[in-house]
């Protein structure tokens, strides 16, 4: 008997109806993955949105030229002034000095054309451009620090300023990047008085033009770059103006997304669970629609439509949720990231989660249901004692088409494929595992010889009887633990990495910008406050590479992958000496005297990304001017120390007539500190001290975030892993009801029936504990050290009470999930089996 679609959804919408609770698992494995996808991905969608919409007020312009170390030629200034409106600004680390009290901050000049786009907003709502000459505004992180109100003075360098504002909003502030202090803005022509610009100074001006509305920002750009190639300039337009920030979003929006489809698919699992159970709960309905004349194809449309009319309300929910996240977000975060106002929806992530939800439940859907149609109703009858039924063959093509579909999705909306492909293969190699284990897990327990107890038999036959749910729990069990593991590992990892930054013996300060020709007197007035600190002085430049084994970087359409240093300008000095940190891997170290051609000695890790060899050339621009030296050595840096460390390092003779200052390292007993940050600003002015423990709390708050978000998006994965462990407890339970009646008819007490349930669930957790060790230890390992470049350490304590306390919730919630079968009464029991 064959019925229309109409009266096949009328029997489907009544039975619903009358018991929608038997999916509800359905529902909420489905609306925890798609809510995560969709807030994930609205969110990472609303940011780059609005940087793109921001793009002229970000930047400061539609075009900027920032220079390091030096100011425009006049030739330089002309041809931006040529392509039009030009707007100047200078930004540099000084220390602000109010009586006897200093802090290290973020001082930028700017003109009067300043900004060009967007809003500078002072404390109460006041717009404002650049502050008239002799005056300054400060941010509040200065005033609170230093104690300062307006009409107060504060000093930078050698002129005093009068503070008359506050700062309450900066336009362009996402696209200067990372800063150590609070900021401070003065007018650009009072630059000069503050005598900090000096021949070989850290700071970088940056250039802003306006253009006309009909003219291409990036092929101006192209055109200024070609007319000055070895300038030295970075060079940024409009369409990117925060490039870092957007970098890092985009990159770890896509890894939190990688993150959250894993959650769907250990979602998918717990779907599949539940239309099983829900299925298995509708057997007799299934037996009674058959023995009346309904065909397989009527079955299977009936339940097909209540299940994905359920799926269709989860995953609209889950829209809805994930859709609304990034505005209930932004209402927290505040200004921490560039967040659209209002309520705004995006429809392309929102696309693709509906798209990966409708997939993961046809996916996983699929199989029970083909199983209820495929089964005759005798067969139905006897499913409690009788549970081998396959799959057939178009249901499997339908699961692979629907899995195809999901990784070509993935893949499709990457941004970096092979970091997605290789997420995909690892997840399913690690479902592969499991299953692998649960398939061992049944043919060894049915193998073994059979203890003389009767609490270990039954715990044993329960793992291979018919109907036994081994594999599920293997799969719930296994990912929990797994994700409960590889949480524990990146969490401890990155808190021993913050620790572990921090040596025993780190240095207290870092000073920047120290005359050159003052380093003898900078000494003397260091060992003045302090005779027994250790100061570690070396010359400091800034320069960017522009050309590298006869490469041209301005010719490359795309940069060598991890060849970061190409980006910008870096940090270089010049040495007799190898540098404190530096191990040489390659190559040697030229004589103490060396006075031939420039060599340079270059970090290994940034070699092997640019793929130079030893005798290779490696061009640098400095100050406009190109240095060519020959590689003649490698090294391997230890970061960690926190000392004076460079990718490169120049032969003496090679710089050394370039103008620059020296930076200089103090380990100074911790009781003389305070003297020693006193000194050494109103005896040098133009020097910058830095805190090492400020910049240490500043990357331990970065790194602290970093976890929150993994944690936070791994969570719902963990989430989603107790729900498939539910749903596979759910699944089994009339087959246990079946074994727990006919073991109470043969004299089997609760607490025999419980203990023995106890037991399979022990040896479940212990043997899948170790498992996830092994499994977690390998995930967390990948996430720490190939994706964060962290060293891998995780804690050794803590791993093994997650472990526990892990396997302690999973095995409660089988306990849990066993009382109702014991509740099961006999005689009730054997009239509905």
Request: hydrophobic residues 50%; charged residues 15%.
């Amino acid at each position: 008997m064959t019925l229309s679609l109409p009266a096949i959804w009328r029997i489907a919408r009544r039975d619903l109806s009358a018991r929608i609770r038997g999916l509800r698992l359905l529902a909420i494995c489905l609306f925890l993955g798609v809510a995560t996808l969709a807030a994930i991905g609205s969110l990472t969608a609303g940011i780059a949105d609005e940087l793109s919409q921001r793009g002229q007020s970000i930047l400061g312009g539609d075009i900027e030229v920032e220079i390091a170390q030096r100011m425009a030629t006049d030739e330089e200034l002309k041809a931006f002034r040529d392509v039009g409106e030009l707007s100047e600004t200078v930004r540099l680390r000084a220390m602000a000095i109010a009586e006897e009290d200093s802090l290290l901050s973020e001082l930028k000049a700017v003109d009067d054309a300043y900004p060009f786009y967007g809003k500078f907003l002072l404390k109460g709502g006041r717009e404002a451009r650049a502050p008239p000459q002799g005056q300054i505004y400060i941010g509040d992180a200065m005033a609170n620090r230093l104690s300062l109100t307006p009409g107060d003075t504060v000093r930078f360098g050698e002129k005093s300023f009068e503070i008359t504002a506050l700062i309450a909003e900066e336009p362009d502030r996402l696209s200067e990047g990372f800063t150590i202090g609070p900021v401070a803005i003065i007018n650009y022509r009072d630059l000069p008085a503050t005598n900090l610009i000096q021949p070989g100074s850290m700071f970088s001006a940056k250039y802003r033009v306006k253009l006309p509305s009909d003219i291409d920002p990036t092929q101006t750009l192209e055109e200024l770059q070609e007319q000055f190639p070895v300038a030295g300039w970075e060079v940024t337009d409009r369409t990117n103006g925060a490039p870092s920030t957007r970098r890092f979003v985009e990159r770890m929006g896509q890894f939190l997304t990688l993150v959250g489809l894993a959650a769907l698919v250990i979602a998918g699992i717990g779907v599949g669970n539940g239309v099983s159970s829900y299925l298995e709960s509708k057997r007799a309905s299934i037996a009674t629609l058959k023995v009346t004349g309904a065909d397989s194809g009527t079955i299977f449309r009936i339940y097909m439509m209540q299940i994905f009319a359920v799926a269709a309300i989860a995953i609209t929910l889950g829209l809805v949720v994930g859709g609304i996240a990034p505005s209930v977000i932004s209402v927290f975060i505040g200004d921490l990231l560039p967040m659209p106002e209002g309520f705004n929806f995006y429809l392309p992530p929102l696309f693709a989660s509906a798209a990966y939800g409708l997939l993961i439940a046809t996916a996983f859907a699929l199989p029970p249901l083909a199983r209820a149609r495929t089964v005759p109703a005798a067969g139905l009858f006897r499913a409690v004692v009788d549970s081998k039924q396959g799959v057939d063959r178009r249901t499997a093509i339908w699961v692979a088409l629907a899995i195809a579909a999901i990784i070509a999705l993935a893949l499709l909306t990457a941004r970096e494929w092979i970091f997605s492909a290789g997420f995909i293969a690892a997840a399913f190699v690690l479902l592969l595992i499991l299953t692998a284990i649960a398939w061992g897990v049944r043919k060894i327990s049915a193998r073994i010889p059979r203890p003389s107890n009767p609490l270990p038999r039954l715990a044993l036959a329960n793992l291979h009887r018919p109907g036994a749910q081994t594999g599920a729990l293997v799969v719930a069990l296994g990912l929990g633990l797994t994700l409960f593991v590889t949480l524990a590992t990146i969490q401890t990892s990155i808190n021993n990495e913050i620790s572990r930054t921090v040596p025993e013996r780190a240095p207290s300060f870092f000073v920047l910008d120290i005359p050159k020709e003052r380093a003898g007197e900078f000494s003397a007035l260091v060992r003045q406050q302090s005779a027994g600190g250790d100061i570690n002085m070396i010359p400091a430049l800034r320069g960017s590479i522009t050309e590298f084994a006869g490469k041209r970087v301005a010719d490359l359409e795309t940069l060598p992958e991890g060849a970061w240093v190409l980006r910008g300008d870096r940090g270089l000095t010049y040495s007799a000496e190898l540098p404190e940190g530096s191990t040489l891997t390659g190559g040697q170290w030229w004589d103490e005297n060396y006075s031939g051609p420039p060599l340079v000695s270059m970090e290994e890790e940034q070699a092997a990304a640019l793929g130079v060899k030893l005798g290779d050339t490696l061009t640098i621009s400095v100050l406009g001017v190109e240095v060519q030296a020959e590689i003649a050595s490698f090294r391997r840096v230890d970061w960690d120390n926190f000392g004076l460390n460079y990718i490169l390092v120049f032969s003496p003779g090679s710089l050394d007539t370039a103008p620059h200052n020296m930076v200089a390292t103090l380990t100074i007993p911790e009781a003389q500190e305070a003297a020693v940050a006193r000194a050494i600003p109103p005896v040098f002015p133009s020097a910058s001290l830095l805190e090492v423990g400020e910049i240490v709390s500043q990357i331990t708050v970065l790194l602290t975030q970093m976890a929150r978000a993994i944690a936070a998006a791994a969570s719902i994965a963990i989430l989603a892993g107790i729900a498939v462990l539910v749903g596979a407890i759910a699944a089994s339970r009339a087959s246990r009801i079946y074994d727990s009646v006919i073991l109470k008819l043969l004299g089997a007490t609760r607490q025999q029936i419980l203990g023995a349930q106890a037991l399979e669930y022990a040896l479940l957790s212990v043997l899948l504990g170790l498992v996830a060790l092994g499994l977690g230890l390998v995930a967390g390992w990948y996430v720490i050290v190939e994706i964060f470049d962290f060293s891998f350490a995780p804690d050794p304590l803590t791993l093994g009470i997650t472990l526990v306390g892990g396997a302690g919730l999973t095995f409660l919630l089988g306990m849990a999930g066993s009382l109702p079968v014991l509740a099961a009464k006999p005689a009730e029991a054997l009239r509905e089996l």
